[in-house]
């Protein structure tokens, strides 16, 4: 069964720093793109990042370009989102998923999120 | 990268069939058949139940069916059941390598 394992969230004051990490097992990792989603509390879902599954392309939404870096390491099944200068705006569940067989149809698996919160 | 909009809420009784819209434009749902619905139970993780307009995951009820015309999207659970009380979300690639998601609507069983 395919499974997905979020962690590195937490409270940050803003301007400050987080990476969040997402553990992949039960499928081969390296054949799928990967994404995270992310749902403010109370509020819908938001489309925050994907890279590819080569590792060679990975795209942002507007809201953390410059700020948020995704990065994947295959040998380790492993997903990174390095998170710069937070914001307030940024407090949210975030949510790794995995994408369906080919990019940019959709999330098949989603892990249970880790939950960031930037605050003073 | 708007947000596709959805009806805030939608309801119906057991056995009757609703259907929601996702409203979107020729940059998203209007150019590609790339829309994905999601249903989210309340703090739980969304659970994917349409792929690529009209297609199911497997395991994935077929009370669930998906169109679209134009610029918009529209889910239709058909044999209304309490458990499809939930939130349901749209999702479509939009232009320059990106998602989009929907407002959301929350699902009502009367």
């Known amino acids: 069964e395919a499974q997905l394992l979020e962690s590195g969230g937490g409270l940050v004051q803003p301007g400050g720093s987080l990476r969040l990490s997402c553990a992949a097992s039960?499928?081969?990792?390296?054949?799928?793109?990967m994404s995270w989603v992310r749902q403010a509390p109370g509020k819908g879902l938001e489309w925050v990042s994907s890279v590819i599954a080569g590792g060679t392309g990975t795209y942002y939404a507007d809201s953390v370009k410059g700020r948020f870096t995704l990065s994947r390491d295959n040998s380790k099944n492993t997903v990174f989102l390095q998170m710069k200068n937070l914001r307030v705006e940024d407090t949210a569940l975030y949510y790794c998923?995995?994408?369906?067989?080919?990019?940019?149809?959709?999330?098949?698996?989603w892990g249970h999120g880790t939950m960031v919160i930037a605050s003073s | 990268q708007s947000a596709l909009t959805q009806p805030a809420s939608v309801s119906g009784s057991p056995g009757q069939s609703i259907t929601m819209s996702c409203a979107g434009t020729s940059s998203d749902v209007g150019s590609y058949d790339l829309v994905s619905w999601y249903r989210q139970y309340p703090g739980k993780a969304p659970k994917i139940i349409i792929y690529e307009v009209t297609k199911r995951p497997s395991g994935v009820s077929n009370r669930f069916s998906g169109s679209k015309s134009g610029n918009t999207a529209s889910l239709t659970i058909s044999g209304l059941q309490a458990e499809d009380e939930a939130d349901y979300y749209c999702?479509?690639?939009?232009?320059?390598?990106?998602?989009?998601f929907g407002t959301g609507t929350r699902v009502t069983v009367l």
């Open positions: 999702c479509s690639y939009a232009a320059y390598h990106s998602y989009v």
């Open positions: 998923t995995k994408d369906l067989y080919f990019e940019w149809r959709g999330f098949d698996v």
């Open positions: 039960g499928f081969t990792f390296s054949h799928y793109a």
